[in-house]
């Protein structure tokens, strides 16, 4: 089968901005928080922007064709949901359930994900983990309106891998733009939203509740480090996070690199942080090339054994697969 790339699903955030929209044809005045680059949930569903494939959608393609570009997933859907997300403003202080609670209690999945940074301030944060060290002390600080006294923060600096697993609370801040990968969900527990009021000068729904339930306290927030597969002079390949919803990695290249499936029996996914070049690929015997920009998310199906990228100058991927 081909690989393939989706029309973007821009989607209006009050902590949104403007700077992706050129990189997504973006006109609206409206500020956009996300911009769902490969989906197969029903809020926002990947359609085949180009191609033999255009027009159909990423769950009418795991449907027809599920060894290809489903693989040996245990969902019927696809199990990844990739979004480009800028941050002119603060987002809501949150959390996601794991999949038992979801799936008890939401009738979804549960949310592990990760940040690669595309772009931060200098001195950038963001919202990692909380010092609570019980629902009691959380709920009294809920009560108190004295949530933000108790948040940790990261460092965070373009080029960085922030993993961030089910349960635990976070939110990216001001000045930021992520590459995010997570488990398809849409379920999101917002605790504290910085006392902010939307266009009719209410305040969002927070969900204090559901949060307590899911919350950990007293845990430790985990830390990854990055582990170096290829480093030269023209290419340097390094795996940053892998965990059972998804391994990723970054790629940054000047010069021809031919890649292997990430898992066999499994598709990619392959998406352009920085640079421009052309993904090759040989399928059913027949050369298949694809140009490449930033924005590109390319899902390659898995009975393509192997495929090559071509950098035009420098260029910065990140694959993820599971």
């Known amino acids: 089968m081909l690989p393939v790339k989706f029309r973007p699903v821009p989607m209006e955030r009050i902590w949104g901005g403007h700077k992706l929209k050129s990189t997504f044809g973006v006109t609206h005045e409206a500020p956009i928080g996300e911009y769902w680059v490969v ?20 769950n009418e393609l795991t449907a027809a064709y599920p060894e290809a570009y489903l693989g040996t997933s245990h969902q019927s859907r696809f199990p990844l949901l990739i979004k480009f997300l800028e941050a002119e403003a603060d987002l809501s202080v949150q959390i996601h359930p794991d999949d038992d609670y979801a799936q008890q209690y939401e009738g979804d999945f549960g949310k592990t994900e990760a940040w690669y940074i595309l772009d931060a301030i200098e001195g950038g944060k963001v919202n990692y983990g909380h010092t609570f060290a019980s629902r009691e002390e959380y709920e009294k600080a809920v009560q108190n309106g004295a949530v933000k006294d108790y948040l940790r923060y990261r460092d965070i600096q373009k080029g960085d891998l922030v993993f961030v697993p089910a349960r635990t609370l976070h939110a990216l801040l001001a000045g930021t733009i992520v590459l995010e990968i ?9 605790v504290y939203d910085w006392d902010r009021t939307d266009a009719n000068g209410k305040p969002r729904q927070l969900h204090v509740d ?3 339930q899911v919350l950990q306290y007293g845990a430790e927030d985990p830390v990854v480090s990055p582990v170096q597969l290829q480093e030269d002079e023209h290419v340097q390949h390094s795996r940053l996070v892998e965990c059972q919803y998804f391994t990723i990695e970054s790629l940054r290249a000047r010069k021809a690199v031919s890649l292997s499936m990430g898992r066999e029996g499994n598709p990619d996914v392959v998406i352009v942080a920085e640079g421009q070049g052309t993904l090759r690929a040989k399928v059913d015997g027949d050369n298949v090339t694809m140009s490449l920009r930033p924005g590109d998310a ?6 393509v054994a192997a495929y090559q990228i071509d950098p ?3 260029m910065t991927l990140v694959r993820t697969f599971y």
Do not use: F, W
């Not at 989906?39 to 085949?48: A, E, K, Q, T």
């Not at 997570?182 to 917002?190: A, F, H, L």
């Open 39 to 58: 989906s197969g949930h029903p809020n926002g569903m990947s359609v085949v922007c180009e191609g033999p494939l255009e027009g159909k959608t990423l």
């Open 182 to 190: 997570q488990q398809t969900s849409d379920v999101t527990y917002r």
């Open 210 to 212: 559901k949060a307590a």
């Open 298 to 303: 390319v899902l390659i199906p898995a009975d």
């Open 312 to 314: 035009n100058g420098d």
